[in-house]
């Protein structure tokens, strides 16, 4: 483990092997339907890219981008989301992919702006869920792993644009953010 980090707390083993199991469940619920996946920027490149491949149906890949953090370990409050989806939706059965989700912010506002394009049904999945630091009301549909009150890093997620290629996901230590 690099020195700047001080736990691993969801091994690459133990991230693949949850994947698979979330990628079956997807495609037993999704049976037959016509599935959009739709990845959140950046955070997801890395789950999307990996979970997508254990979702056994015919799916349209598409991405929006959200950004909060810049340079913080703690959200802003504020998210910048595209507002504008640039593809159709309407009709369609989507699955918003994320990273995290932390205080629920920016899967709030990205939810009510894909379901005021009307989607056939919308859920959501997140690789990680921090159900401590809620500030908003917010539950997916699919979870990968519930993750303890921690700035964490690897498998897509980043501090300061760094660590995101991390083939697992590891607390930083406290003092290279603070
Ligand atoms: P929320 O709007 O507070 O739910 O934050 C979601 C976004 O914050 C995620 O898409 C991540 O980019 C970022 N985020 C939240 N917690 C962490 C973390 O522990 N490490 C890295 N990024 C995080
Ligand atoms: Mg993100």
Redesign the pocket.
């Given at each position: 483990m690099r020195d700047d980090l001080r736990e691993i707390l969801f091994s690459e083993e133990q991230i693949e092997k949850r994947i698979k199991e979330l990628g079956a469940e997807i495609t037993r619920d999704y049976k037959g339907k016509q599935l959009m996946l739709i990845g959140?920027l950046k955070?997801c490149f890395v789950f999307l890219a990996d979970i997508a491949r254990h979702i056994e149906l015919d799916c349209e890949i598409r991405f929006l981008t959200?950004s909060?953090?810049g340079f913080a370990s703690v959200?802003s409050g504020k998210?910048n989301v595209d507002k504008n989806i640039e593809f159709d939706v309407d009709g369609k059965d989507v699955l918003i992919i994320?990273?995290?989700?932390?205080?629920?912010?920016?899967?709030t506002a990205l939810h009510a702006i894909v379901a005021k394009n009307k989607p056939a049904s919308l859920k959501t999945c997140t690789l990680l869920d921090?159900p401590e630091?809620r500030q908003v009301p917010f539950t997916t549909d699919y979870t990968g792993f519930v993750c303890p009150n921690?700035?964490?890093?690897g498998y897509g997620?980043?501090?300061g644009e760094r660590y995101r290629n991390l083939p697992y996901v590891a607390v930083l230590k406290p003092e290279i953010y603070s």
């Open positions: 959140v955070g959200a909060s953090y959200s998210v994320e990273d995290i989700l932390d205080s629920g912010i920016t899967l921090k630091r921690e700035f964490v890093v997620l980043d501090y």
